[in-house]
Each structure stands twice: as C-alpha cells, then as structure tokens.
C-alpha cells in the first residue's frame, strides 16, 4: 500500500476531485499555501494498492497542467533591494508534485 501526497494549485483541485471520484480513488483535500507565490494550494492525500499507482499518477497529469501566469512582484521589505523587478513577471504555475511514501499499516476505524 502507498500513500499519494499531491500538492496541486487550487485552479486544479476541483476537477482533480471530480476525476477521483469517477475513478473510485478516496481522497482527504487540505487547504496549503506554496511559499514561492504565496498562493493558495490543495493538498491530496490518497492511499492506495501499489497496483493503482500508475492509473492515479495518470488521473493526476491528465488534470493538473502547468501554465504561465502574470505575477506581481512583492516589495522588499527592509532587505536588499538591487533584486528587486518593480513589474510584473511570467512564472510557471500548476502542475503537481507529488510524492509516493510507503504505507506499513493502515487502520480504519
């Protein structure tokens, strides 16, 4: 058994849900922030046979695309300033990390 922890941007997450849902996977949804944007993330938790692994890791690529997106720059506040772009750049965003950890004993109660 492993357990799949995806960390999806929240534009992703309801059509993540939706795909799990139809594909009989059982998920736990936790709010998170990312630290680079500062914005809001879902978190995935799945346990699953080590059989379904690769039909999860497909549901989750099929629904968790990058893009490119405009960002506003956050001031330096009281640190070096001669990094600092006053005008909004284009970043990556989306996708999914996810880790697959091991599961030595699942209970439910």
Same mark, same amino acid.
């Given at each position: 058994?492993? %357990?799949?922890?995806?960390?999806?941007?929240?534009?992703? /997450?309801?059509?993540?849900?939706? &795909?799990? =849902?139809?594909?009989?996977?059982?998920?736990?949804?936790?709010?998170?922030?990312?630290?680079?944007?500062?914005?809001?993330?879902?978190?995935?938790?799945?346990?699953?046979?080590?059989?379904?692994?690769?039909? %999860?890791?497909?549901?989750?690529?099929?629904?968790?695309? /990058?893009?490119?997106?405009?960002? &506003?720059? =956050?001031?330096?506040?009281?640190?070096?300033?001669?990094?600092?772009?006053?005008?909004?750049?284009?970043?990556?965003?989306?996708?999914?990390?996810?880790?697959?950890?091991?599961?030595?004993?699942?209970?439910?109660?």
């Amino acid at each position: 058994m492993k %357990l799949v922890m995806a960390v999806v941007q929240d534009k992703d /997450s309801n059509r993540l849900s939706d &795909a799990l =849902i139809d594909a009989d996977f059982r998920a736990t949804k936790l709010a998170s922030t990312g630290g680079f944007l500062k914005a809001g993330n879902t978190t995935f938790l799945i346990g699953t046979e080590d059989e379904k692994i690769e039909t %999860l890791m497909e549901i989750i690529k099929e629904n968790c695309k /990058s893009r490119e997106q405009l960002v &506003a720059p =956050i001031s330096p506040m009281g640190g070096n300033a001669d990094s600092y772009v006053p005008y909004p750049v284009e970043v990556q965003v989306g996708g999914a990390t996810v880790f697959v950890l091991p599961v030595e004993q699942f209970e439910q109660f």
